[in-house]
């Protein structure tokens, strides 16, 4: 059964950083491509960064320079560095592994952890 | 970017009606090389994560329901729910992903109960 676990989340000042990580069971993390997407409160979806199988690594406007996306192989974990965090970056941080067959597509979602950023 | 669009805001149908959601991207998501819309819908029901129901605009994913069905192509697209359910109260979501991997999300469409 795949599943996906988020943690790191919590209440960080302007400026700050924070890492998120997300412990995959069921199945190969460096085999799928894996995003992080996240959802402010009340709001919608925002996709955030995206590491593919081969190692590329991509991100949304709104992050880049900021966010850095990696994982371990060894521990079948995902990482989300977030640095110079703003209030708009306030939000539920899911961990998710893409399709198989269908680049782009999100097929399984972790529970998410929320990030507050506030002085 | 291509942005993405939703109407309705909300809406609230009988038990057993039928339930539409329209969808409109800012360009084409209809790929000409294979006639793939590069189109997915996703359901969100309150403090859960979303659940993916449809790709490539109309196919099912493994597991959902036949009431969930989609349409469309080029730019705009349809979810349709047959019969509302009880359990399909949520907000739903289309997505493209014809700019993978720059993908983005409408903004949503809430269902409720009428």
């Known amino acids: 059964e795949v599943q996906l676990v988020e943690s790191g989340g919590g209440l960080v000042q302007p400026g700050g950083s924070l890492r998120l990580s997300c412990a995959a069971s069921?199945?190969?993390?460096?085999?799928?491509?894996m995003s992080w997407v996240r959802q402010a409160p009340g709001k919608g979806l925002e996709w955030v960064s995206v590491?593919?199988?081969?190692?590329?690594?991509y991100y949304a406007d709104s992050v880049k320079g900021r966010f850095t996306i990696s994982r371990d192989n060894s521990k079948n974990t995902l990482y989300l560095q977030m640095n110079s965090l703003r209030a708009e970056d306030t939000a539920v941080y899911y961990c998710?592994?893409?399709?198989?067959?269908?680049?782009?597509?999100?097929?399984?979602w972790g529970q998410g952890t929320l990030v507050t950023v506030s002085s | 970017d291509i942005v993405m669009t939703q109407s309705p805001d909300s809406l609230a149908v009988s038990l057993g009606e039928r339930a539409t959601i329209n969808c409109k991207s800012s360009q084409s998501v209809l790929y000409s090389s294979n006639n793939k819309n590069y189109l997915a819908w996703y359901q969100q029901k309150p403090g859960q994560p979303p659940k993916l129901l449809i790709y490539w605009a109309s196919t099912r994913e493994s597991g959902v329901p036949d009431r969930f069905s989609g349409s469309g192509s080029g730019t705009d697209f349809t979810l349709t729910i047959s019969s509302l359910q009880a359990e399909d109260v949520a907000v739903y979501y289309c997505?493209?992903?014809?700019?993978?991997?720059?993908?983005?999300f409408g903004p949503g469409t809430k269902v409720d109960i009428k």
């Open positions: 590491i593919y199988s081969g190692g590329s690594t």
């Open positions: 997505q493209q992903y014809y700019s993978t991997p720059q993908v983005t």
């Open positions: 998710a592994r893409g399709a198989t067959m269908v680049r782009g597509v999100i097929s399984y």
């Open positions: 069921g199945f190969t993390v460096s085999s799928n491509y």
